[in-house]
């Protein structure tokens, strides 16, 4: 497995404007890491997203450093029309072909909006969510690149469901980002999880939490609580209390060989942060 790391993981220098998405390439080729992934590309003011992607992409040419994936937001349950925000996905996949990624993560939905989120559930979006994500990735298809869902967001966050959904498009194009630590988000105990989601793996995150029961006082900043009510708050990898080896230990021996990134959301600072997790990563992988 190559280790990439995703331009989320340096949320800090991005939103301080000590990094743009253009200067984390080298960056991250400085660091030490295989690749880079890019979460929503936010352009400059008056360069259009075609153009930065065609920046990002020469960059990554210059300095040696592919873009393992893209990743971009959608709900298709949400969306005002579907066939819309179909439309807007498809053209997501046309900037993912310029960065030259044969992986793309969308969403599918955070879940029900207002009076209906009182009485639907996982099982009713699931209609809609199978037809938005076939249609997806029957448009990448042209280009080679395969598509994915990440267990991400609450609503979608469990692997039972996203069984369900990988199971609902029925396309070997189609499959998953396995994210090991967002398990934790809905009480799902991750190395259950990734074994039973392990066959659908088109791309991980490696991710970490410290977890605290519910039934302790809140710890204070940077936790937020689980769906079932435990406290998490995100840690170097290596840090927290998610199986992270175990999980990749799983993964290897069901066959995947493909990109590990890191997700970093811990309180540290992000270089420190991630490089620490970089290095723990590397030495889990060449123990399993």
Known sequence: MKISVSSYSFSQL???????????VELAKEMGFD?????????PEGITEEEYA????????????????????????????????????????????ILGVNVMRHDATSGFKGNEAKYKGFDQALPLLIKGCKAVTDYAKRYGIETCVENHGFFSQESLR???????????????????????????PSPVAVGRLAPYAKYVHAKDFHIKSGNAINPGRGFFRSRGGNYLRGAI?????????????????????G??????????????????????????????
Do not use: W
């Open 14 to 24: 991005l939103n301080s404007g000590e990094r743009t998405q253009l200067t984390l």
């Open 237 to 257: 990898i290596g840090h927290g209390d998610i199986p992270v080896m175990q999980c990749l230990s799983i993964l290897k021996n069901s066959g995947y060989d």
């Open 259 to 288: 990109y590990v990134s890191i997700e970093f959301e811990g309180m540290e600072n992000a270089v420190d942060g991630i490089s620490t997790g970089l290095e723990n990563l590397r030495n889990m992988l060449k123990i399993i």
């Open 35 to 43: 690749a880079i992934e890019f979460t929503d590309l936010c352009p």
């Open 162 to 188: 996203v069984e369900k959904l990988v199971n609902g498009v029925a396309d070997e194009n189609f499959g998953l980002l396995i994210d090991i630590g967002n398990f934790a988000c809905a009480d799902d």
């Open 54 to 97: 065609k920046q990002i992409k020469a960059e990554s040419e210059r300095v040696g450093l592919p873009v393992s994936s893209y990743t971009v937001g959608a709900d298709f349950i949400n969306a005002q029309n579907i066939e819309d925000e179909i439309a807007r996905i498809c053209r997501k996949v046309d900037t993912a072909s």
